[in-house]
């Protein structure tokens, strides 16, 4: 005990006969005594005992808050990711490029960002990217009030109830040729569309730099700030709450999507489609007003946060402590030689004051310093691999469940938010919790995420399995047993069906489903009023099995029970995945040093996000348009997909989530050996060490015997 008082005071107020050490910030910050410019103690230490703004838990706690409004933003994209294709006339490759667009943004700023981060005052850039964020919800809402109004049907005037009789089967003697949608196209028609699109995609530019310092900036100011013992428990609280905001905004989507786009402007006629309607489009806008106004609401406090605040009491005892065994087995910073160079001392001493010049030049060797370390960039291609699969399943599992088992966006919303990414929520708890209860070393937070993975694979396996088939649909998709269905029938030659028109209709004896009435060969359309809600019905449908009255929409799904299972067996899988999410975090900060923890959070952000945020979404887009087997085209260009191919949409996009998730596993096997021969050697070298002591302690008992003899 007596070593362990006589070495603190060592490291603290020097050694004996020299200068005192002038305290770091750290220290200073952990006494609550910064020096003011004259020197003297800051004499705001007891106000800062008495404001809530110097309180880390506060701080916890409106980080976890804006985090949370800032993920409602791009989450709800996310959650409408459908609607905005239908409403556009996107494809699943486009929707996913626009998802991904704000990570173009972020990744050429965070690193300079994160490492210039200790220079600027913390809280109030956060604030200031908080403001950006708000903005960029406000500018993805333009696109609906400088565009004209939504019709599902294209050949309906405005002021028409949009059903319209076009889609009926009338002789080609009585109406002249259809005209395609390329012939009336123009040159207005098409910029406009660009217009739209690329606002769209200017606002998840400035959404991604918006975006730049809340996350590197909260966690780093937290990790200095907390007391070590209680820093993986804030940031599982931080990641766990952070959750809530894509659960929120699948919440939000749920309700919005259920009104009508046009909720603002509804036609004079009124809609006769509902949401299950294929057609439907839902008012995708209004929830980026709502998540924007709670970004803006959280960035206030921001900007009464102090730049540095006190450590939490109980660091002082505990920081001794660390630095005391630090300045016994390794060499601290005050014992060090003073031949030396400098450049052995730490990164952040000699480069404190480089200019953004100077910082890009040395950045590759940085760069290359830490990518070097095996057990950090393992953890973090590990985490790109988990990343690349959670950014697939949040941009497109809505879509997915809306085709695969013929359920509304709504619906598929509601699921995702109410049971999917709550499960992640509570992995990432658990994760925490243990951390901090077991107080789990490297090597079993390596376990932890090694076990974690293997039962998410297991949980994941039988989704190959749950789903439903392909709609059977005339002209489109070919059945071995109904060989006719290959081709249009017959029964409608004589009609004059558009081409491009999307109106179905179904066959509820066969099942089979019609592009448009047109094609069923509908003569007739029966409007019914009840409840104040228009039906649509058609009659006389030459294509059918059996006459009478047929409801406008695709066919019901005779699986459709199956989303259940699907969706509790891959939130099973999600917590289990989730519980590595605090454990692998931690394995990046204890396992760096600690002027290169901003940098390093910096560098593996800017990784997930080019290895995994960027590339993902257009990696599943672009597979799940590998599977369309029917496609609208508008202006002589592709645009939305209308039918699937189920087997091989499910087969492609679980796929792809095994592939990742197997990737993940096989970097935390590397870690776990990694780690366990670390941990070999370390204890060979302790046994080593006290076996050369016991010799130490019995040669000068055994020296007088030797005499002797």
Same mark, same amino acid.
Request: hydrophobic fraction near 40%; glycine fraction near 8%.
């Given at each position: ?306 730049? *540095?605040? =006190?450590? @939490? !009491?109980?660091? +002082? ?5 660390? %630095? /005391? &065994? ?12 003073? *031949?030396? =160079?400098? @450049? !052995?001392?730490? +990164? ?5 004051? %480089? /200019? &953004? ?20 960039? +393992? ?331």
């Amino acid at each position: 005990m007596k070593t362990v008082e006589h070495q603190s005071q060592v490291y603290v107020d020097g050694p004996v006969g020299e200068e005192p050490q002038i305290p770091d910030k750290d220290t200073k910050a952990m006494m609550g005594t910064e020096d003011t410019p004259g020197g003297k103690a800051s004499s705001d230490s007891q106000d800062s005992k008495s404001s809530v703004f110097h309180n880390i838990k506060f701080f916890v706690l409106c980080h976890s808050l804006l985090q949370l409004s800032q993920l409602m933003i791009s989450g709800y994209l996310k959650s409408s990711i459908s609607t905005v294709e239908k409403r556009f006339g996107l494809s699943s490759q486009t929707s996913g490029l626009l998802a991904a667009f704000n990570e173009v943004g972020n990744t050429t700023l965070i690193v300079f960002v994160s490492y210039f981060g200790s220079r600027v005052h913390r809280p109030r850039l956060i604030g200031c990217g908080a403001i950006l964020v708000a903005l960029a919800g406000l500018l993805m809402t333009l696109p609906h009030f400088i565009s004209e109004p939504y019709r599902y049907d294209h050949t309906s005037s405005g002021d028409m109830s949009q059903d319209f009789e076009a889609s009926l089967c009338l002789p080609t003697t009585l109406v002249p040729a259809p005209a395609s949608t390329s012939s009336n196209c123009s040159s207005h028609m098409e910029a406009n569309h660009l217009t739209m699109v690329g606002i769209m995609f200017m606002a998840q530019i400035l959404l991604g730099v918006g975006g730049v310092p809340i996350q590197p900036f909260g966690i780093s100011y937290i990790d200095d700030f907390a007391h070590s013992n209680n820093s993986p428990l804030y940031l599982g609280i931080l990641f766990a709450v952070t959750l809530m905001g894509p659960a929120l905004a699948f919440g939000l989507g749920g309700i919005m999507l259920r009104l009508y786009v046009d909720i603002n402007r509804m036609p004079e006629g009124g809609i006769s489609i509902t949401p299950k309607d294929p057609r439907w489009v839902g008012a995708w806008w209004l929830g980026f007003l709502i998540a924007a106004g709670a970004v803006a609401l959280a960035a206030i406090p921001y900007f009464f946060f102090p730049k *540095e605040m =006190p450590k @939490e !009491k109980r660091e +002082l005892h505990f920081r001794r402590r660390i %630095l /005391t &065994v630090v300045s016994k087995d390794e060499d601290s910073p005050s014992e060090q030689s003073p *031949e030396e =160079p400098p @450049e !052995k001392q730490g +990164l952040a001493q000699i480069e404190p004051n %480089l /200019t &953004v010049i100077q910082f890009i030049k040395v950045f590759p060797r940085v760069l290359l310093r830490t990518v070097r370390h095996p057990i950090f960039l +393992l953890v973090v291609l590990s985490q790109v691999c988990v990343s690349c699969s959670v950014a697939g399943i949040a941009t497109f599992l809505s879509k997915f469940l809306e085709r695969q088992f013929s359920i509304t966006a709504s619906y598929a919303n509601m699921l995702i938010g109410y049971l999917s990414i709550p499960s992640a929520i509570m992995g990432i708890v658990v994760g925490g919790v243990l951390v901090k209860c077991l107080h789990l070393s490297p090597l079993r937070c390596s376990a932890l995420c090694l076990l974690g993975t293997l039962f998410c694979l297991l949980f994941n396996l039988p989704l190959f399995f749950l789903g439903c088939p392909t709609h059977q649909i005339a002209g489109i998709t070919h059945q071995p047993d109904q060989p006719g269905l290959e081709l249009f029938p017959g029964c409608m030659e004589s009609c004059s069906c558009p081409s491009d028109d999307f109106n179905p209709v179904c066959d509820p004896s066969t099942h089979v489903e019609y592009l448009t009435p047109c094609h069923a060969g509908c003569t007739n359309q029966v409007v019914h009023e009840a409840l104040g809600k228009s039906q649509v019905f058609y009659a006389n449908c030459s294509c059918m099995m059996r006459s009478g009255l047929v409801q406008a929409g695709s066919c019901d799904s005779t699986c459709s029970h199956l989303v259940l299972p699907f969706i509790l067996l891959m939130s099973l899988g999600g917590v289990m995945a989730s519980l590595s999410h605090t454990p692998s975090f931690m394995l990046i900060l204890r396992g760096v040093k600690k002027e290169d923890k901003a940098l390093a959070v910096g560098i593996q952000f800017m990784l997930l996000r080019v290895l995994a945020w960027m590339p993902s979404p257009v990696i599943h887009g672009s597979a799940i348009d590998t599977t369309c087997v029917h496609w609208a085209w508008n202006c002589g260009r592709r645009a939305v997909c209308r039918y699937y191919d189920n087997d091989l949409l499910r087969n492609r996009f679980i796929g792809l989530q095994f592939f990742f998730k197997t990737g993940s596993l096989a970097c935390f096997v590397l870690i776990l050996a990694i780690l366990r021969q670390q941990d070999k050697e370390e204890r060979t070298k302790v046994a080593c060490s006290g076996l050369q002591k016991q010799l130490l302690v019995s040669l000068p008992e055994k020296k007088p015997e030797e005499s002797r003899v």
